[in-house]
């Protein structure tokens, strides 16, 4: 019998050719995905693009790195008011109390988010996010602090 001849590329060569295309589509996606969901600047709103008025003019509004004085848009002031207010009216309020040291850790404020966390653990010891918000705000806390 006789055996058939191998069919396409040998690995040697396809290997390499489908890691450079799918590297591509990775890229690209990510751009898109990036241009179309507008992930680019802060917790406090979307950085404005240089040169560009509607984009300074949107930063003015929202707020954002390059325009901290002017604090955090009026929709996350809002929330943080809510979830304080929240937090008042029901002081075991374990998922608001997280929610607001996520906003803390969110604004790289680990030392405002460390107590909320750790006051979230003492309501509900079996909360995983506040757990882990608390790691995580502690490591960040350690990195910024040390030399």
Do not use: W
Not at 17 to 22: R, S
Not at 118 to 137: T, W
């Amino acid at each position: 019998m006789l055996s058939q001849p191998p069919r396409g590329l040998p690995p040697r060569i396809a290997i390499p050719i489908y890691a450079v295309v799918a590297i591509l589509f990775l890229a690209i996606m990510a751009y898109l995905l990036a241009e179309g969901f507008g992930v680019t600047g802060s917790v406090f709103g979307k950085a404005a693009k240089p040169g560009d008025a509607a984009g300074r003019m949107q930063a003015q509004q929202q707020g954002s790195q390059a325009n901290v004085e002017g604090g955090p848009p009026a929709a996350v002031v809002e929330q943080l008011r809510s979830l304080r207010e929240r937090i008042a009216a029901h002081p075991s309020d374990d998922v608001a109390i997280t929610q607001l040291g996520d906003m803390y850790l969110a604004a790289n404020r680990f030392a405002d988010a460390i107590p909320l966390y750790r006051r979230a653990l003492r309501v509900n010891p079996h909360n995983v996010a506040a757990a882990a918000g608390l790691s995580e705000a502690r490591d960040a806390l350690r990195q910024t602090t040390s030399p």
